[in-house]
């Protein structure tokens, strides 16, 4: 209960709140950019590889690893950059340092050129919780009842909310390497399911360069298993939030570039927060936390108790929709049914 009044659900991962600190974040330069193609991308590659070639450090991108801007879920644009290069070489006017990419993915690997296209943890926290406390009493009424909507619900509860609450929390700043890789099956398996596009292809990609890093035994997959929480993309995205939140479509580019600047300043100006920002409190008391515990249970058991009576009666619309009957006859799609 102590954890769950500060936002922590799990006492292992208190010593990682480290991880989502912006105090030791640093804006270098903040520049816009389109990203419509694969020349939008090489130019913005040349940017960064400006950037580290001017650092102090001799031969830099010789010996580190630098992030780049790559398009989601298969970098197709930075492949095909690494493509160009190595079928043209010279005469591609391609940096060379695009090369330095060309290991990630491995020298004989194909590069696909046309791929395929705060409270809402708490509540899921606290039902999940909840739902461990009644679920033996679910179970034992229903007994051996194969209902599709009783099936989906023990579904939605024993397997897709578990694994959504653990796959970051737990086992991903906790570097429990072989759970998270798991897990990126099992949200595979998900994705796909739901037929949810860039999502259900995502995960496979990076257990494509896991294996791949794996039976070649690159360097990389030993950083990734000893070091697996510093792989976050959370710093990108929550300065781009604050941003998308303090500026406007009207806004000109220098406007949005200067703006950018100022959010840095502030974030590192703990004088100016103190005079004009409002810190807010995510801590919940225990009265407050009991009775949303409460208010979960009884609303789990009124759910079950009306499936129970509706026993028998979804009705198939037709080969991609069902309607569930205790959900007020809502129509649902049948990819959300259990895979059973």
Not at 95 to 121: A, C, M, T, W
């Amino acid at each position: 209960m102590e954890f769950l009044t500060v936002h922590d659900y799990d006492k292992h991962i208190q010593n990682q709140q480290e991880l989502r600190s912006m105090k030791y974040s640093k804006l270098v330069n903040f520049i816009l950019h389109s990203l419509h193609n694969t020349k939008d991308y090489i130019e913005s590659a040349n940017i960064l590889f400006e950037i580290f070639e001017n650092i102090e450090q001799k031969d830099y991108l010789n010996n580190f690893i630098i992030l780049t801007i790559c398009d989601w879920p298969n970098q197709i644009n930075l492949r095909r950059a690494i493509t160009l290069k190595l079928n043209k070489k010279d005469n591609s006017e391609i940096s060379s340092q695009i090369l330095i990419y060309h290991n990630l993915f491995g020298e004989n690997k194909i590069l696909v050129q046309k791929p395929k296209s705060r409270l809402i943890d708490l509540i899921l926290s606290l039902t999940f919780y909840e739902w461990k406390n009644i679920r033996n009493l679910i179970i034992n009424r229903f007994e051996n009842i194969k209902d599709i909507e009783y099936l989906t619900m023990i579904d939605l509860l024993d397997n897709s909310l578990p694994f959504t609450l653990k796959i970051y929390t737990k086992l991903f700043k906790c570097r429990i390497y072989e759970g998270y890789l798991e897990s990126i099956v099992k949200i595979w398996v998900l994705f796909q399911r739901l037929q949810r596009h860039n999502y259900n292809k995502a995960p496979l990609i990076f257990l494509s360069n896991v294996f791949y890093w794996t039976l070649n035994e690159y360097p990389i997959i030993d950083i990734l298993k000893n070091n697996l929480s510093i792989f976050n993309d959370y710093f990108v995205e929550n300065f781009y939030s604050s941003l998308r939140y303090q500026t406007a479509e009207s806004n000109t580019n220098i406007q949005i570039i200067q703006k950018a600047k100022v959010i840095d300043i502030e974030r590192n100006d703990k004088e100016f927060k103190n005079a004009f920002i409002n810190v807010r409190s995510t801590k919940f008391s225990k009265v407050k936390l009991i009775s949303l515990k409460k208010k979960i249970s009884l609303f789990l058991l009124s759910l079950f108790d009306k499936i129970y009576h509706n026993l028998g009666r979804t009705k198939n619309n037709s080969d991609e929709t069902i309607e569930f009957p205790s959900f007020n006859n809502r129509i649902m799609d049948i990819r959300v049914l259990p895979l059973i």
